[in-house]
């Protein structure tokens, strides 16, 4: 299946088309747009680009509503974009993963119209209807069910949003049939969307939960271990290619059951627990970060789990220097230091769009200036709830997924569009934005760049093992090594100056401060430093 395994070495780059560039000033990012940036996304040095989806779509979230797989948005461009952007992502020895929105349609899909026309429809078994709901609660919060005349139907997410009855052959030769249509297209693989709660073993009423009531009678079941391997060997496995799952809610132990090689299901998997870190049950209560909890987890995923996906930020989060970092004092140390953890981690890293030049949440001013339907399902509900004003706020102000989705911040004045972009543009892209970073030297973007570099020079930091040093009091140290090369990652996880031991010994490759020499134990705040070590 996989010829030289790139997506083991290499670094993805996700794009979120919609806000990445628009070239023809619709206020909409589009195909042609990104091929227009195509020269720069290379000079990062990755090797792999994830666009989300940018199939046919009413747009109720953003494009994860699919009605019809094999079609192009017209926002987004036509088929022969799509097909330009391969051939031209080839050219520049990058390759294109695409969204696999599997588990759910749009309502709006041709399966899905002629499912609800009547109970002997040929499509009536591609969803899930019951005379009754039963008591489960929607990723977007309330019921999971909604009713189409006599029949309710089942969606784990927005109401346009019904979910595939995969209990029917059909629904899977539909599916492979359009992964061959895209992997014949020249695609290098797929990010698949909430892969592990496809299938429902019943849907008998759940026990009460705070939040997805339901979830054992869907969440990671033996029959979605069933699909997965179908999909592997029927179809992927005849391409080189490879799979990264999205499974929320996932253990170590749930993980190494998706992507352990000989089990033939997925090659690695975006897990959630880190993200976890600054919240209090639900990720609408944030709370203080804790760099501990969080080096904590890391520790242990990259201990126990046969390879990572890893990832700090993408289109469902907000910034990673906002959430982990400070974007305001120390907005470049912060926004290095967390890039220096995720390109040195064991797996493969996944980068978002702007993240590489420290682009910071939105700067709303008002409810109405986000769009995301999440987080609109989260206002309408904490307004029923009687929440406090401010409250709201705060909660969208932290936690609405609309942070990663401004427009990228191409030059002072923007550079996105010449249009009115469909969700508003940072202010702050007077001052942050890829035109000043690459003509600084001493740049987020230039620091990206010299840590991409550094995976290519370095074996240890791809092939290499992982042995965690420190995980205490803010200072996050751990080993990468292969064979007689060692590097060693020391990072400060907070504003505060810290101490850092045991003592590391050897060449400093890269470090955040222009740091010269390991002599001095005190970290500054936010500091990283990669050193060649002197084996310990
Ligand atoms: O996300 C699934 C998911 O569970 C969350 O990360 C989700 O974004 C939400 O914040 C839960 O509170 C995937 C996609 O990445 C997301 O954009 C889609 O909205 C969702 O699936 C449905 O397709
Ligand atoms: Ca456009």
């Known amino acids: 299946m996989k010829s030289n395994e790139v ?65 192009i948005h017209p926002d987004f461009g036509t088929m022969e974009d799509m097909e330009q952007l391969i051939e031209e992502a080839r050219k520049r020895n990058m390759k294109i993963i695409m969204d696999l929105v599997i588990n759910h349609t749009s309502d709006e899909h041709r399966w899905f ?16 209807w019951q005379k009754k709901p039963n008591n489960w609660t929607s990723f977007f919060s309330g019921s999971a069910w909604d009713r189409i005349g006599d029949w309710y139907y089942l969606h784990l997410f927005s109401k346009k949003q019904p979910d595939l009855n995969w209990k029917n052959p059909r629904v899977m030769e ?52 069933h699909i997965l391997k179908k999909l592997r060997t029927d179809v992927l496995n005849q391409y080189d290619c490879f799979t990264v799952g999205e499974t929320v809610m996932v253990t170590p132990k749930q993980a190494n059951d998706l992507i352990l090689p000989e089990r033939q299901e997925l090659d690695m998997v975006f897990a959630f627990e880190h ?68 390109l040195t981690l ?52 932290t936690a ?48 990206f760049k010299t840590l991409v570099q550094l995976r290519k020079d370095y074996a240890a930091l791809t092939k290499g093992t992982f042995r965690a040093l420190k995980t205490q009091n803010n200072v996050f140290v751990f080993e990468r090594k292969h064979q007689d090369e060692s590097i060693i990652v020391v990072a400060n996880m907070s504003a505060k100056p810290r101490r850092f031991n045991p003592l590391v010994t050897g060449k400093i490759l890269l470090s955040n401060t222009n740091r010269n020499d390991l002599t001095n134990g005190i970290l500054k705040p936010y500091e990283a430093i990669i050193v060649l070590g002197e084996s310990l």
């Open 400 to 447: 609405s997924r609309d942070h990663a989705r401004t427009p990228m911040q191409w030059t002072k004045e923007g550079g996105f569009t010449e249009g009115t972009p469909w969700i508003q543009m940072n202010a702050n892209k007077a001052t942050i934005n890829v035109d000043n970073q690459l003509n600084d030297p001493h740049s987020i973007v230039c620091y």
């Open 275 to 342: 993200m976890e870190t600054d919240q209090i049950n639900n990720k609408w209560f944030k709370t203080r970060f804790s760099a501990n909890r969080f080096m904590k987890v890391i520790k242990t995923w990259q201990e126990e789990v046969h390879w990572n996906a890893n990832y700090l930020e993408n289109h469902d989060q907000p910034r990673s220097v906002s959430r982990f970092g400070n974007d305001q004092t120390y907005h470049p140390e912060s926004a290095k230091m967390l890039l220096s953890i995720l």
């Open 346 to 397: 064991k797996g493969t890293p996944f980068v978002y769009q702007g993240q590489e030049i420290g682009m910071t949440n939105g700067d709303f001013k008002s409810i109405d200036a986000f769009k995301d339907v999440e987080t609109h399902r989260i206002v309408a509900l904490a307004k029923k709830l009687h929440f406090p004003k401010w409250y709201i706020w705060h909660m969208l102000k």
């Open 113 to 128: 119209v002629e499912s609800q026309k009547s109970e002997d429809n040929p499509y009536r078994d591609y969803y899930i």
């Open 174 to 225: 539909e599916i492979q049939s359009i992964m061959h249509f895209w992997l014949k297209k020249g695609i290098y693989g797929f990010r698949c969307d909430v892969i592990n709660i496809l299938f429902k073993t019943s849907l008998a009423n759940g026990k009460k939960r705070l939040v997805l009531t339901g979830k054992e009678h869907y969440h990671s079941q033996e029959g979605c271990h």
């Open 7 to 71: 997506w083991k070495t290499g670094v993805v780059y996700q794009i979120y088309p919609r806000s990445f560039m628009d070239s023809n000033q619709d206020g909409i990012g589009d195909l042609k747009g990104i091929i227009q940036r195509l020269d720069y996304v290379q000079s990062l040095g990755v090797d792999m680009i994830w666009l989300s989806p940018v199939y046919q779509s009413p747009n109720d979230d953003n494009g994860y509503d699919i009605s019809d797989y094999c079609a």
